[in-house]
RNA sequence: CGGGGCGUAGCGCAGCCUGGUAGCGCACCUGCCUUGGGCGCAGGGGGUCACAGGUUCAAAUCCUGUCGCCCCGACCA
């Protein structure tokens, strides 16, 4: 039993300034933690313990799939050169120099150093499969920490590491650490989608990542609660109710638009929806040009999308494999669609045609190499008779149909999905909200054992590489997110399993002997029965007890008060504030009964 | 890195324009009082005004620079 007067529970009654979300006010003025610098935290006595209890149920669920390690911090660059990452990683790395000069590194994750012990150790296939996990601080020296504990620089992440002998194996590996996950933040009371992720530039590989639903999240899922779909924005497809076109066989028409620059101006001039227009977005590709090096290589690049359509820009990356972009200065938008922005149009725009990459001399490939890409979302598939710009200054071309007027480079898919769309696999209403994400599931594939040289030898004596996958989880993030889930006005509520206590004992009174006595035996007689409990013996007003209380995040609270003497308290529970008495004999199995249905 | 904001007591803030004494609420300490939702009264402690330089007889206040923190955009558990 832990009595409150003898700890150190910092509760404040106003947040500080610069903190914005719910978590991160709650769990300063809950004393849980305190700021050292930017991303980073000190966990106090309250924190510590929440955060113990998370890693309890990790680990709980983590042993009955996979071995626990623990790994240094500390990484040699040399380890990190072999895998290609001491270069890709960059500003992140936490990146330092021991006394004689050699260069070391804060890890910021352990593909490296788990596939380092598996090179070394792994022999025969007979010892695969193989999970490997640790819980351990992770160091990322991220461009913007923010957010209390949501994005900081030092975290405590749950790491795990599967080395299977073929691919049949990871999928088993990876379902293991799937279900694990799920379990792990089922316990954790979380409310959560699992989404599919971008698979990365390994290539064809699977991940998921586990998000949380809350406003305080940095991304966006797109879900739907009929079926169960859930994606992430930049994946998410939808079905699109069919869109009307506008009547008749006609040519391209210019007509004039004065001083009309956007959708809704020029759709509501000439009595047209935005879905019968065609945005047209003037972009630049850049990436670094290898024949001189610290040069940029520039290419334009024409988004066309459906007028009520946006851009997801991840779309677009991945669209142009990976290659970065910005919007295209007013003097180059001159120069390709000789026309100012505003009224731009894909008609008579030079753009490299379909599959014209693949063909031709190498003085052609260098030619087609500078063309523009004209990229069409798969929105403008089969439509006609579409508003498009002239590529005029005040004009606008009525009668545009795709594949007769121009002829996209590719088409492909560019769009956020938006709320109301129909769900791909059943048709239900999508749902767009934020998230947060809390694990993250992956099958890595060959990179690391390909990178860093590791092979075992299979049933036919050949040398064949570990086929890897990694699985994280950010073990602050579950509190937080737990929070974001629980709160109100006055404080927050954590589930049993993750509270730092799962009761407060609250006497209203410590000088009153009847009243302390009982709540003495009352905190006996739960933790004799296996409860954590945290006994608020300080000789304060009641009123101070209970806000604190209501503050601090212990799901059930138990008032010993003037009852007393008809031998009853009162039980109320944090989430629903509702009140119970209860007898005091037989308190602790009235109490589970309450707790545990 | 680009853009914006803020650094005065543990927390929340005022003072700064118009230079001269550092102030308020909460928290903290002592005493009394009170004891079911941050109670009341009285007394008290605590500040190199982020740091450095400059202007001035005199700088929290004006000028310059540096550092730190927060927020908005490109990355991630």
Redesign the pocket.
Known sequence: MHRWSQLFIP????????A?VAS?KFLVRSGYIR?L????YSYLFMGQRSILKIIDVVREEMNRIGQEFLLPALNPRELWEQSGRWQVMGE?MFRLKDRKGADLCLGM?HEEVMTDIARKELRSYKQLPQIWYQIQNKF?D??????GL????Q?T?KDAYSFDIDEAGLDVSYKKHYETYRRIFDRCGLKYAVVEAHSGAMGGSASH??MCMTDAG??IVVSCEKCGYAANLEKATSQLAPARDLPGDGAPEEVHTPGMKTIEEVAKFLGVSPTQKIKTLALMQVEPDKKNPGQVKTRPVIVLLRGDHTLN??KL?SALDGKEFRPMHEEEIQRVFMSPAGYLGPVKVPALAAGAQQLGSVTQAIILDALPLMLADTALKGRKNLVAGANKENYHLKNVTPLRDFHPTEWVDLRNVAAGEGCPNCGGALVVGRAM????IFKLGYKYSKSMGATVLDKDGKEVMPIMGCY???V??ILTAAIEQNNDA?GFWLPPQIAPFDVVITP??V?DAAIMGAAEGIAQKLEGAGFSVLLDDR??????K??????VGIPYRI?????VTEGMV?V?SRSTRK?EDANIPGIETTFARMVRP
Do not use: Y
Request: no cysteine.
């Open positions: 509760t404040l009654r106003e947040a500080p300034a610069d914005e991160h700021q610098g930017a991303g980073i992140n994750t990322r991220e461009p913007r920490p923010k957010s949501i994005r900081v620089r975290f992440m990542e586990f940095e991304d820009e991840a990356t994400e809390i694990g993250h994280g989880i950010g602050e993030r006055d209203t009174n000088k000789d304060e007003r009641a009123g101070v209970f806000k604190d209380a209501d503050l008032n010993v008060g003037k009852k009162e109320v009140s």
